[in-house]
């Protein structure tokens, strides 16, 4: 190799899906000169990407059910606050039944003695 010619450590996604072993999600790594080649991914037998997104789902398990927790106590009291308005309208609605200007005509009543 001439000293002008340049070398990268990772070989270029067409370089990798035209080698014949390796997949479009492998990587085929080298650290330079007298380096080891090094596969990850699904070339190397274990699909490492599957593996963490595993890992990641049982970690953020807690956090996605209390979200899913305060949904659903949002939507209930949402629903009882609907409720208690309902109640607080027939409540006044029950008082102004009571008012008896609402069935008798007031009257006056004058006296000249």
Same mark, same amino acid.
């Given at each position: %190799? !001439? !000293?002008? !010619?340049?070398?990268? !450590? +990772?070989?270029?996604? =067409?370089? /990798?899906?035209?080698?014949?072993?390796?997949?479009?999600? =492998?990587?085929?790594?080298? =650290?330079?000169?007298?380096?080891?080649?090094?596969?990850?991914?699904?070339?190397?037998? /274990?699909?490492?990407?599957?593996?963490? *997104?595993?890992?990641?789902?049982?970690?953020? &398990?807690?956090?996605?059910? %209390? *979200?899913?927790?305060?949904?659903?106590?949002?939507?209930?009291?949402?629903?009882?606050?609907?409720?208690?308005?309902? /109640?607080?309208?027939?409540? &006044?609605?029950? &008082?102004?039944?009571?008012?008896?200007? &609402?069935?008798? *005509?007031? *009257?006056? +009543?004058?006296?000249?003695?």
């Amino acid at each position: %190799m !001439s !000293s002008s !010619s340049t070398t990268s !450590s +990772v070989l270029t996604g =067409s370089a /990798i899906t035209t080698s014949g072993g390796l997949t479009s999600g =492998s990587t085929l790594t080298n =650290s330079g000169s007298g380096g080891q080649l090094q596969l990850t991914g699904l070339a190397s037998g /274990i699909n490492t990407n599957e593996l963490i *997104q595993a890992e990641l789902a049982v970690q953020e &398990l807690p956090l996605t059910n %209390m *979200q899913d927790t305060i949904t659903a106590l949002t939507h209930e009291n949402s629903t009882l606050t609907n409720i208690q308005g309902g /109640i607080e309208t027939a409540s &006044l609605d029950a &008082l102004d039944l009571g008012e008896p200007s &609402l069935f008798f *005509q007031s *009257q006056t +009543v004058s006296s000249a003695l």
